[in-house]
């Protein structure tokens, strides 16, 4: 089966239900399944993100952007993940502790919407991409997943992402903010704040697939490997070790391995999005004395 028969597939597939609630991340995966179940469903078809300390302010307001482009109602529900004990000691189900908390707040928003199916992201390729304990809670919590249901690989995501003309069909994949922090370490709003802001200073220099893990205050900075010569370069070293330094790391290191996903712990990155939630409010962890006008090195200089 071709693409566009799995695409049409889902369609079908989705057009039975009354309604769905998708759970949202502003990735290429949810996206797509956004898309799709607004063409089967209309209005009754919703977006739903959830709000946390995990997930970076640039990513929330990616949600909202893309919704927009997609045509669906969009809603914003918010927890804290920091809230529970477990998931704050940072073991190797760190991620299915998560996935529970964000899925069970797409279910609640989903009773009070009068809808029964809640839908996720994962795709055919998931399951075959190393330790993935979130999958163990959709699995649970029985929401569904179209693009796996129909074996609708990454790749394939990507090309029906581009077909709908949508904007994050080329999006690198984005975990969420506390799979940079190894296992074993406690996640903290001060952890989760220094990483976000070190990750919005890459960005801002023009670096596009990197991680910044924090080892206990110590930033370890992994760039793609296309992108290794420009950070080593004096000037964004120096501008780094200052900057970063300033946000409240103690050393600053640069991988020479660059970028890999899942560098810090089993359940990490995967490449896997996140869908979703807080009561605390994202944009706050990168407020502060950050200054995005000063003169950081670019991609240009």
């Known amino acids: 089966m071709n693409v ?45 993100t959830a709000k946390s300390e995990t997930l970076p302010a640039a990513e929330l307001d990616d949600t909202t952007r893309v919704t927009e482009e997609i045509g669906i109602r969009h809603e914003i529900v918010e927890f804290s993940e920091l809230s529970s004990e477990e998931f704050v000691a940072n073991d190797g189900d760190r991620c299915y502790h998560c996935r529970t908390m964000r899925l069970s707040a797409m279910f609640d928003a989903a009773r009070e919407l009068g809808i029964t199916t809640v ?75 220094r990483v976000e802001k ?25 760039v793609a490997p296309e992108e290794l010569e420009r950070a080593l370069d004096a000037d964004f070293v120096r501008a780094a070790r200052e900057h970063l330094t300033d946000i409240g790391f103690e050393h600053v290191t640069l991988d020479l391995h660059g970028y890999r996903t899942g560098s810090v712990s089993p359940a990490d990155d995967g490449g896997a999005e996140t869908a979703d939630g807080t009561e605390t409010d994202a944009s706050s962890l990168v407020s502060g004395d950050l200054d995005l006008g000063a003169e950081y090195p670019t991609a240009e200089d």
């Not at 889902?10 to 239900?17: F, N």
């Not at 649970?140 to 995501?157: C, G, M, Q």
């Not at 070190?198 to 992994?222: K, N, P, S």
């Open 4 to 48: 566009e028969a799995k695409a049409a597939a889902v369609r079908a597939d989705l057009a039975e239900r009354d309604g769905v609630v998708i759970a949202f991340s502003g990735g290429v995966d949810s996206s797509v399944v956004a898309a799709l179940a607004h063409d089967a469903l209309g209005d009754d078809a919703v977006a739903c």
């Open 119 to 193: 839908c996720d992201g994962t795709n055919a390729s998931d399951p075959g991409e190393g330790h993935r304990p979130g999958l163990r809670a959709v699995e649970e919590l029985n929401a569904y997943s179209p693009l796996l249901e129909h074996d609708i690989t990454k790749d394939e995501v990507r090309e029906i992402a581009r077909d709908y003309g949508l904007s994050v069909a080329d999006k690198p994949s984005m975990a969420c903010l506390s799979s940079r922090i190894p296992t074993g370490l406690d996640v903290t709003e001060e952890r989760l704040s």
């Open 198 to 222: 070190a990750e919005t200073l890459l960005r801002t220099w023009g670096f596009e697939q990197f991680r910044v893990r924090d080892h206990d205050g110590l930033a370890r900075i992994e």
